[in-house]
């Protein structure tokens, strides 16, 4: 799989779980049901926080942690998140995969990795917290979406909606 077609199936999976965390009330949304972050918002936070992170790493430019409280639904969420999603994919067919990204973490530990494991570690990361997500939706009484990669990899060959 390319890197493009991984990132793809990485905002594909995001957006599809957006939407059905944007029918929440706004007490399911934050309600904590005892997970590593605590309520599904915490945890989009987290997610929109992590890509936004390496979006601006990879680029060597500087950037604030977001804080779940100043994000009190998810639209409010998706206004910040979604540029990144599109300007990363931007990013992914610009850059050279292999180019060596020195950065800080939170802590100041300096790493080095390439784009393109960057990239893959993002999209990984995703799909870990969707799990999550996942199951606080069903604790919540909510079908999460389906988000298979085969499900993804069908829609995109136009074999099934």
């Given at each position: ?99 060596i990204i020195v ?23 995703g799909s870990y ?18 988000t298979d990669w ?12």
């Amino acid at each position: 799989m390319t890197l493009l077609t991984a990132w793809k199936f990485h905002r594909w999976a995001l957006e599809r779980f957006l939407a059905v965390c944007q029918e929440l009330e706004p007490e399911a949304l934050t309600k904590d049901l005892g997970n590593s972050f605590p309520s599904i918002r915490d945890t989009l936070v987290h997610c929109f926080m992590a890509d936004h992170a390496w979006f601006h790493r990879v680029q060597g430019l500087a950037f604030t942690r977001p804080e779940a409280q100043n994000y009190p639904s998810v639209q409010s969420i998706i206004d910040q998140w979604q540029p990144f999603l599109e300007q990363w994919e931007t990013l992914i067919t610009r850059s050279s995969l292999e180019q060596i990204i020195v950065y800080k973490t939170f802590d100041g530990a300096e790493f080095n990795n390439s784009f393109e494991e960057i990239t893959r570690h993002v999209v990984n990361h995703g799909s870990y917290h969707r799990g999550q997500i996942a199951m606080m939706l069903r604790l919540l009484g909510h079908k999460p979406p389906a988000t298979d990669w085969i499900l993804y990899s069908r829609i995109s060959q136009g074999q099934t909606q």
